[in-house]
């Protein structure tokens, strides 16, 4: 199965910051959807909770945000996983108590044509690094752990372990005074090669927007614990 890299390319673009793009009374519709959620997974390794939005929960603050995205992005379908009874999740609502590591989420069907993401903070504290750097296959997580790599027994949605970005985007250096200020929770060398587009500092009201083939990560800036929502869409 082939991916269309060079369709996907030409809907490709910089990392977009809308500020104020929710005022306060919408952002907390995505609160307390969040409560009303059951729990999807809790890895208490990762120490992550994590919550799918279901389809039938919280119909008005769909059409709350399908409608910002479209103002920014166009025209877009859905793009994530589904239930084991086959029904739509909109999206991923994760509380995070440990920063995310690097990864891209480009799906689990190569024919699909990946477009953009979104993540809406809804808490302040914390920040989302974005690289120039790109990768189109699958939904991976990019690590140099050995037990990790080990890891092919995968359930359904859950993203690939590989260290094939190692060497794929030269062999610089990744800067330590970036690593120690942003990154300390990745190893130096498995960011090696990474240039940083973006430092994405969450802002409540906010939402960025960027294409699911840049590989990306959480900063190890975390005060207690942060919430957002993600969403993956698709052309």
């Given at each position: 199965?082939q991916?269309k ?6 809907n490709?673009?910089k ?15 995505f ?22 939005w ?20 166009g ?6 996983l ?15 108590y ?8 480009g ?16 808490t ?19 690590t ?7 890891k ?84």
């Amino acid at each position: 199965m082939q991916r269309k890299i060079e369709i996907i390319k030409k809907n490709e673009g910089k990392p977009l910051v809308v500020k104020n793009c929710f005022d306060m009374q919408q952002i907390e519709k995505f609160q307390n959807l969040y409560k009303e959620l059951p729990i999807t997974v809790h890895n208490k390794k990762q120490n992550v909770i994590k919550k799918r939005w279901l389809n039938d929960y919280g119909s008005e603050v769909e059409k709350i945000y399908y409608s910002r995205v479209r103002q920014e992005i166009g025209d877009f379908k859905y793009d994530n996983l589904k239930t084991d009874d086959g029904r739509d999740i909109l999206g991923l609502f994760q509380e995070s108590y440990n920063p995310i590591g690097l990864h891209i989420d480009g799906g689990f069907n190569l024919d699909d044509l990946i477009f953009k993401q979104t993540l809406i903070p809804l808490t302040p504290v914390g920040s989302t690094v974005i690289f120039k750097n790109r990768y189109y296959g699958q939904s991976t997580n990019f690590t140099t752990d050995e037990d990790e790599l080990k890891k092919k027994d995968l359930k359904y949605g859950q993203n690939k372990r590989s260290s094939e970005h190692i060497g794929m985007f030269g062999d610089k250096p990744f800067d330590k005074n970036l690593h120690e200020k942003f990154l300390k929770h990745e190893k130096l060398e498995n960011l090696t090669g990474l240039e940083i587009e973006l430092i994405y500092e969450w802002e409540v009201g906010s939402m960025l927007i960027f294409d699911r083939s840049n590989l990306h990560c959480s900063s190890s800036v975390i005060e207690g614990k942060k919430l957002g929502l993600t969403t993956f869409t698709k052309k």
